[in-house]
């Protein structure tokens, strides 16, 4: 059995509090015996009013809360995976970007969201998220975590089976499904899709999200989910923000499916990072 901690947030418009909050939950996650800690979609920054927002994103390099979690992560020797930040990319185009840091701070893989969030709602909210990012080109697995082999996903990543099929060929034991997921859509279809998701994989699905109202106005679902391969919820944090803990047994997951798996045929596709 694997302890992992999975952290709710409701992040805000400026990242220098988003920071702090993640090495205090980072803290926290250590204190509890957790061996990896998992964050929502765009945990350093989450603001709609585009013009605001781009006075706090910053490259890679230079990103103030990259570099708080890498520290602290090194400081407690615990992994996490950074569900997603906002990034400069080429030219004026931003990345959202999640990555994989090991207990010494190292980046041990990053993965950019293939599939962009475009969408009008009922409720009149349209996002286009292709008008400011680009996405990425390859699904990754990172080899040698603390839940085995991981797969990596990004929020809307989730409505597409074929992503997560492709990692669960490639030797996926747990996928991971970082998410800012609408209240409307979240009521709608957030836990039905990660269960699904789980079965149709046969492995573990840990779904970081972000919950409640937040400073630019939105309201996101929350109900961070951890769902096992037959498609149980092990863990679903509601309403409430903050640190929670779940058991992942990595023999359940093999004991469902010991089929021999191999990379997508198709080369270039799946890039694999080994841990």
């Known amino acids: 059995m694997t302890r992992i901690a999975v952290y709710q947030a409701r992040s805000g418009i400026d990242p220098a509090a988003n920071a702090a909050a993640l090495v205090r939950a980072i803290e926290e996650a250590a204190a509890g015996g957790a061996a990896m800690l998992f964050t929502p979609e765009m ?89 400011v990012y680009d996405g990425g080109k390859q699904a990754v697995l990172v080899r040698g975590t603390p839940v085995g082999n991981l797969g990596l996903t990004i929020c809307y990543d989730l409505r597409f089976p074929a992503l997560f099929e492709r990692l669960s060929e490639a030797g996926a034991d747990v996928i991971s499904v970082p998410a800012a997921f609408t209240v409307p859509t979240g009521k709608a279809h957030w836990e039905i899709l990660l269960r699904a998701r789980a079965i149709e994989a046969g492995l573990f699905v840990v779904a970081a999200a972000q919950g409640g109202r937040h400073e630019d106005g939105r309201e996101t679902y929350g109900h961070s989910l951890v769902v096992d391969p037959w498609g149980e919820v092990r863990l679903d944090a509601g309403d409430l923000g903050g640190v929670h803990f779940a058991e992942i047994d990595l023999q359940c997951r093999r004991s469902i499916d010991s089929r021999r798996r191999q990379p997508y045929a198709g080369g270039r596709w799946l890039r694999s990072s080994a841990g």
């Open 43 to 131: 945990s350093g920054l989450l603001d709609g009013n585009r013009e605001r927002a781009a006075r706090s994103v910053a490259s890679e390099g230079d990103d103030r809360v990259l570099q708080a979690v890498r520290q602290a992560a090194s400081e407690h020797g615990l992994w996490v995976q950074l569900g997603s930040l906002a990034l400069r990319g080429q030219g004026d185009r931003l990345a959202n970007r999640a990555f994989v840091i090991d207990g010494a701070g190292e980046i041990r893989a990053r993965y950019d969201k293939m599939h962009l969030f475009d969408v009008d709602l009922p409720t009149g909210e349209s996002w286009r998220e292709s008008a």
